[in-house]
């Protein structure tokens, strides 16, 4: 199983550029999760979805837009990147059961300049 | 509130036990996680605690939670290099929708030497 895929694993943008990280899982999990890891800082939740057609947002979602079209796919876009969204971004999954853990993809790491 | 907190650093020598902290602020949390982060990855769960328990062994991993002081604990046994790494703890909270999200701390880097 590919479980959480995210693609570019690296990436520079210039400000004001836009670009979209992808995310897509192979476990027909209901919910799905986009974090942004600072130095330090832990994790943030920026959106999060609970099904297909259903996307909210998190802790901090400005500067950030998300859809969810199918299971599968959960794009995270940044419309005009700023420099302060320069981080290592985390997509997530879970099925929904008690106690289960979210799984997570390998990340993307995003410079902005 | 929402609060998770963990010391950043832990240096331990290559067999012996390592023990992180964290602290967590809502009461309501129902369950407790442990994540490991190598460099360049994804975070991995470890392994959880529902919160009506006060230990879990899993292997050479004992997780401790004394729910009335809110502070949850990882302990490695013969601690191997392969540890090495950024140790997360996260609490899971209900937030407005009724659905539930990780609350993580800033993370724990374990460094095992010889």
């Known amino acids: 199983n590919a479980g959480v895929t995210q693609t570019p694993k690296f990436r520079i943008l210039k400000i004001g550029q836009s670009m979209t990280l992808q995310c897509t899982q192979d476990m027909n999990h209901n919910y799905m999760y986009w974090y942004r890891q600072d130095p330090g800082m832990g994790l943030k939740l920026i959106y999060y979805s609970v099904g297909a057609g259903i996307t909210d947002k998190g802790e901090v979602p400005n500067g950030y837009n998300v859809s969810r079209s199918t299971t599968e796919d959960f794009p995270l876009r940044l419309e005009l990147a700023a420099p302060s969204q320069t981080s290592v971004y985390f997509c997530a999954s879970r099925s929904g059961e008690p106690g289960e853990g979210y799984t997570f993809g390998s990340g993307t790491r995003l410079t902005v300049v | 509130g929402e609060d998770v907190e963990q010391s950043l650093f832990l240096s331990v020598r290559e067999g012996d036990s390592s023990v992180i902290n964290c602290t967590y602020t809502?009461?309501?949390?129902?369950?407790l996680y442990w994540y490991k982060q190598e460099p360049g990855a994804g975070l991995q769960l470890l392994t959880y605690i529902f919160s009506n328990m006060d230990m879990k062994q899993d292997q050479r991993l004992t997780v401790l939670l004394n729910k009335k002081d809110k502070h949850l604990s990882l302990r490695i046994a013969d601690t191997q290099t392969g540890d090495s790494a950024i140790y997360f703890c996260a609490e899971s909270i209900k937030f407005s929708g009724g659905y539930n999200k990780l609350i993580f701390g800033a993370g724990t880097r374990l460094a095992v030497h010889p």
């Open positions: 809502d009461s309501s949390s129902t369950y």
